[in-house]
């Protein structure tokens, strides 16, 4: 892992910067694991190894893990310790409402030709991750790709939601993943998407991503036992 920087800095005088704190900044690298699937529900933390992989402090590790707590990310077992979480149903359909808001609505909006471009990199990403048949890969970019549509809309504080509900899914999906096509079925999709939005189909592109939520909604609820 990538050493975190120990000091926050801030313009002197009265023009000042909000940067993110020690802890807050190892909470955003313990959520990109959690995206990209390096952290699987159930997983134990531990304090002092993540201390030391980030060059920080136990007490940073600690309030890193507090934030992430109430983000309902990983949950504190007393006499035992602190694990990755192991989220419900409930949160499934409850973080898709969600996507469907902040997703939706993004890509509507359109965005920047470097932001369009973002998106096809992500899904030319998942093919060649479908290539090597690499399915951790796979579900990675297709992370990438959901992550990309919400920065069309130029917000930090929206990129900043989608990063906890990326960590989110990607809990959820670990037990879909014991199919091992079920990222791949999803790359028509993202290129129809990705095509629309680059012919400038905006509402198409929003239809086509609302269907797309709607089918994995439903495809995850299977998995989890809904009927």
């Known amino acids: 892992m990538a050493t975190i920087d120990s000091a926050a800095r801030t313009i002197p005088g009265r023009l000042r910067v909000a940067v993110p704190s020690v802890a807050e900044r190892v909470a955003q690298e313990l959520r990109r694991q959690l995206a990209e699937g390096s ?6 933390l531990t304090e002092s190894t993540i201390a030391e ?48 808001a902040i997703e939706v609505t993004a890509i509507r909006g359109g965005g920047s030709p470097k932001d369009v471009a973002a998106v096809r990199a992500a899904v030319e990403e998942g093919k060649r991750a479908a290539a090597a048949g690499d399915e951790k890969a796979l579900g990675t970019a297709n992370q990438h790709f959901h992550g990309a549509i919400v920065a069309l809309a130029g917000s930090t504080r929206l990129n900043s939601i989608m990063d906890q509900v990326l960590a989110e899914m990607r809990l959820f999906f670990h037990k879909a993943t014991v199919d091992a096509h079920f990222y791949e079925r999803y790359l028509p999709d993202n290129e129809a998407i990705c095509e629309a939005l680059e012919a400038g189909g905006l509402e198409r592109a ?7 939520l709607d089918r994995s909604e439903e495809a995850l609820a299977e998995v989890h036992g809904e009927d």
């Open 53 to 100: 992989d980030l060059g920080v402090s136990r007490n940073t590790v600690r309030e890193a893990f507090a934030e992430l707590a109430g983000e309902r990310l990983v949950v504190r077992h007393p006499n035992r310790g602190v694990f990755v979480a192991d989220l419900g149903a409930a949160d499934m359909h409850d973080v898709y409402a969600v996507r469907r």
């Open 206 to 212: 929003a239809e086509l991503l609302t269907g797309y």
């Open 39 to 44: 952290l699987v529900p159930g997983t134990r």
